[in-house]
């Protein structure tokens, strides 16, 4: 039913729709349809498919949980109404944001659950070993970290490209992915394949972000002043 469509969002070569059941308005699900290749459809299999397809039940996603979808180039997020994210797809340059460069057509890729307090250990204890640059490997059963929960988490911002990021609702941002041109703003050039935050620096407090729009090889911030 079109009528019941609450956004849309378009990927490379593919495209997802956020609805409601019309018997109940808060049951909100995700369908994909589109080219497959990279399991970015988040449907179980690599196949591409002309029709609307549910997208993969899981014990995070029961196909009425949804908040939000977006499609990057060749990836897609979801947001649930618990908070948890879910990524599928390519994962290149770590923009599915699970700790690996495996791409995945299953949507239980999740960020782990874990609080800002041991959020900046978990960095510390990965610096400069869980950041891809390079090449992708091909699997449909990839090993991943277990389900993060960002419980604060507002807005899923996506590019064409390689990189995803949010802004929690104290006005923290985050992001994770293709980083080669400085666009993930942590002063380096590197790739992240987890969230990161990039550096207090031109008005930027880790407080005060209101929006976010990224493009191809640049990202810009809004901030609340």
């Not at 992915?177 to 969230?195: C, E, I, M, Q």
């Amino acid at each position: 039913n079109y009528n019941n469509i609450l956004s849309v969002s378009a990927g490379e070569n593919h495209s997802g729709i956020l609805s409601f059941d019309d018997l109940n308005n808060s049951n909100i699900n995700v369908s994909m349809f589109g080219r497959n290749n990279y399991g970015q459809l988040g449907i179980g299999n690599t196949d591409d498919t002309r029709f609307a397809t549910d997208l993969t039940i899981s014990n995070s996603y029961d196909g009425t949980n949804a908040d939000s979808v977006v499609c990057g180039y060749n990836h897609t997020a979801v947001l649930l109404k618990t908070g948890k994210v879910l990524t599928c797809g390519r994962n290149n340059m770590g923009q599915l944001g699970n700790s690996t460069n495996y791409n995945t057509d299953d949507p239980n890729s999740l960020l782990n659950e874990i609080s800002d307090e041991n959020f900046n250990k978990n960095l510390l204890y990965k610096s400069g070993e869980h950041y891809f640059s390079g090449y992708t490997t091909t699997t449909d059963t990839p090993e991943s970290d277990a389900s993060r929960n960002f419980v604060n988490r507002t807005n899923i911002i996506y590019s064409t490209e390689h990189t995803i990021g949010y802004i929690t609702n104290t006005g923290k941002l985050y992001l994770w992915g293709d980083g080669r041109y400085g666009n993930l703003g942590v002063g380096t050039t590197k790739s992240y394949a987890y969230p990161i935050e990039p550096n207090h620096t031109c008005g930027y407090n880790g407080k005060n972000a209101k929006s976010i729009s990224i493009g191809q090889y640049h990202t810009l911030l809004l901030l609340n002043t």
